[in-house]
């Protein structure tokens, strides 16, 4: 009868023994879960921060493009102003020389 009593008793340890490490896989596979959660939040505000310098780089880019036209349409507009000047000038020479 004792020995069977000790078998129950060792059975029942064991069995706690048994839930209290299933506790504890549990609270490790719940703090692992949480930490995944952690890093897939992260890497969803990583990917946004990356999409946004993407976005501000093709801005700035296309910024850049636009002051380079902008650039070579005043250079052409003063080719074309001295031009003129130049043809006035010269005009207003021959009228002189005309006039005289």
Do not use: C, K, W
Request: net charge negative.
């Amino acid at each position: 009868m004792e020995l069977a009593r000790d078998l129950a008793d060792r059975s029942l340890e064991q069995t706690r023994h048994a839930a209290h490490q299933a506790e504890l896989t549990a609270e490790q596979t719940r703090l692992t879960t949480e930490q995944v959660q952690q890093l897939n939040q992260q890497t969803i505000l990583t990917t946004a921060q990356v999409e946004q310098l993407n976005a501000q780089t093709a801005l700035a880019r296309e910024q850049r493009e636009e002051m380079r036209r902008q650039g070579e349409e005043t250079r052409r507009q003063g080719e074309e102003t001295t031009r003129q000047g130049r043809t006035i000038l010269m005009f207003t020479v021959v009228t002189i020389i005309f006039v005289s």
